[in-house]
């Protein structure tokens, strides 16, 4: 059996912390920028860390020897 390789594109978007967490950028900050509201925007500014659910299914599938 093969080694399994690491999603290439998930490296770019993703970053593991120390205690096995996943940061993120916030979603929702590319385009139709003028309808969204000024806290959105303005909370949508760095990374965050994904929710548990979301994050399990990020290291399983693509951050695989992470």
Known sequence: M??????SGAKKR???TANRKVKAQ???KRHCLEQKSPKMKR??????????ADARIILKN???NA
Do not use: E, S
């Open 62 to 64: 693509f951050l695989v």
């Open 26 to 28: 916030a979603a929702f």
């Open 43 to 52: 909370q949508a500014r760095g990374t965050m860390v994904l929710h548990d």
């Open 2 to 7: 093969p080694k399994l390789k690491t999603h």
């Open 14 to 16: 993703f970053k593991v």
